[in-house]
């Protein structure tokens, strides 16, 4: 492999034709370095008799060439093409692809329902670290549901049900909907679902939705409720939430749907229907909430393609393996400091955790935190701090929710409890009470440890930690005196004592 090689992802869809570029280095690490979206509606303009007309295909024919030559622009060395559920319907599937195979050079697949279900799956357990749940994907023409235990998949079915096809069967053009198409609806759906006992044998469990009905819908939510964090992937909703947006949609004329901020155009005539479908199938996996997964069929066509295995990593290693790529991205500081300033700030928090009442994943926030704390400074190493807020609240990486992405940026981003309150104003809603006082609790350990390796020497081979009276006690064995260390750590030490209510005093014992 070279030192950069690049893939470019189409994914043929019934409502839309997507593309996705990656660039992934000889490390492993890869990000998003184009993209394309085109309305196609192609489940819509199948014929009474199951054809797409030639109109359709040189269309598409024209976006596909479109697409080759922003890969080829971008130093591709492999196309990847997939065609879902419209071409898979459509009864001249064969000459629809040697057709496009002749105008654009592609070879294209098309997916059965069952593989695109597990190939969406993918994605989704490269990008979020849940172990447990159901996995449905709505498309234009078709839904795709897999059941997830312990990060394997048990079952997984296409049923040929979408938000284009059911606008089209149930002639929902521009007026609003009414209840009782609302009720059919679901009822078609709920029809299919109980063709597969596994659906409801597992209540309890999260749905985790891909595609683009549930990211139009999460997007709408988000904006209505002026939710302040910036990520799409990871956002969760109820299903009462989801009946009330549902309610308030069908209620509406596509026309004003069109004007509503927050919802793509192009989707508001099939929305309703495609939520209808949603909230059935959340109803009969007996699901309690709703979380966006951001990743989907793109991302788990790239997974197999170019980095294969992501079904057999844990939870954890999602977390890690994001972790691991942003450093790659964003090459700051040596990786040795970072490593040492993680075993430092563990050592210290695994003593004084024993005293205090901290949330259960407070360590795992601050390993995170310990391993990004300087990214920022790939923008400016002035006001560093900022930047890697920022940076941490806007890059995508993957395996914590967003509370905990926000309390982990405000860790790795800390320099005092007013700058900590001014970052975290904007994202009260979101908080929980003692938030706050934890991030800066971590914050500050994480200062303490960055001060104890400051010369980036990785020179203190051991550290015992110990509180005594009103001291807290560092004795390090160190390869070579600490000077720059000492200075730190004593410059540091009255904040340190506001907040923890004990000073830090460093000791040092030569190793020789």
Known sequence: M???????????????????????????SYRIIDQGRWPARLSQRLTPDGELPDEAVNELSEVLLHYRSICRMHGA???RAVATAAIRAAVNRERI??????????????LPGEEEARIGSLGMLGTLNLSDGFVVDIGGGSTEITL????????SVSFPIGSVNTAARFGLEEGPVESSVLHDIQEDTRKFL???SWISRHPGLPLIGLGGTVRAFAKLRQHQTEYPFPLLHGYEQTEDELSSELRQLSEMPVSKRRKLPGLSKDRADV???GMAILRSVMRECGSDRLVVCGAGLRDGLFFETCLPGMETKTANQVLEDSIRNLHALYPTIPREHLEQVRLLVLS????????SEFPSKTRVWLEAAAMLFRIGAVIDLNDVEDHTFYMLIHTHWNGLPHREILLTAAIASFKGMNQLRRKLSPYRSMLHDGDVDTAAHLGSLLQLAAALDRSQSQAIRSLQVEVSGNQLRLKAQTDHPLSVEQVEVEALSKDFKKIWGIKPVLHMESKD
Not at 97 to 110: F, M, S, V
């Open 2 to 28: 070279r030192s950069a090689e690049v893939t470019g992802i189409i994914d043929i869809g019934s409502n839309t034709v997507r593309l996705a570029v990656y660039r992934m280095t000889q490390d492993r």
């Open 77 to 79: 060395l492999r196309i």
């Open 97 to 110: 692809i040697r057709r496009l195979k002749e105008t654009t050079g592609l070879d294209i697949e098309i």
């Open 148 to 155: 997830l235990k312990n990060r394997h998949r048990l079952h």
């Open 194 to 196: 109980n063709n597969e």
């Open 271 to 273: 929305i309703v229907p």
């Open 348 to 355: 210290i928090y695994d003593r004084l955790a024993k005293d």
